[in-house]
C-alpha cells in the first residue's frame, strides 16, 4: 500500500523556520518525481518545490533562495526546508509523488498525495 506521510508543520512567525518531512510507504521515493505543493483556503492548489531520482530540483519562483527540497533515499523520507518564512506561505503542505523522470511541478502529473500538513506563520 502506497503512503506519503508529512510531518513538520506548525506555527512560527515571520522570518521563521521549520522543515517538512515526507515519509514514504510502499515504493521507493529514489525512482520517483517528488514534490511538494500547497494550498490555502484563497488559492488553487500550487507546486513549491520538485526533485528528480537524479538530484535535479525546481522551485516557485515566490520560495527561491528561501526553501531547499532534498531527499534522504536510506530513509525514504523527502524534506522541505524552508528559512525566512512569510505569512503568504501560510497553508496546508502536501506531499506527492509520480513515477516519472521528468522535472515538473504540473499538478495532474502526480498519482500519490499525501494528506498534508499544517503551516501557518503570523506577521
Known amino acids: 500500500q502506497v503512503q506519503l506521510v508529512e510531518s513538520g508543520g506548525g506555527s512560527v512567525q515571520a522570518g521563521g523556520s521549520l522543515r517538512l518531512s515526507c515519509e514514504v510507504i510502499g515504493f521507493t521515493a529514489q525512482y520517483y518525481g517528488m514534490a511538494w505543493f500547497r494550498q490555502n483556503s484563497d488559492k488553487a492548489r500550487e507546486g513549491v518545490a520538485t526533485i528528480t531520482h537524479d538530484g535535479r530540483t525546481r522551485y516557485a519562483d515566490s520560495v527561491k533562495g528561501r526553501f531547499t527540497i532534498s531527499q534522504d533515499n536510506a530513509k525514504n523520507t523527502l524534506y522541505l526546508q524552508m528559512d525566512n518564512l512569510k505569512p503568504e506561505d501560510t497553508g496546508i503542505y502536501y506531499c506527492?509523488?509520480?513515477?516519472?523522470?521528468?522535472?515538473?511541478?504540473?499538478?495532474?502529473?502526480?498519482?500519490?498525495w499525501g494528506q498534508g500538513t499544517q503551516v501557518t506563520v503570523s506577521s
Open positions: 506527492a509523488a509520480y513515477k516519472g523522470v521528468i522535472l515538473t511541478l504540473s499538478l495532474t502529473r502526480y498519482e500519490y
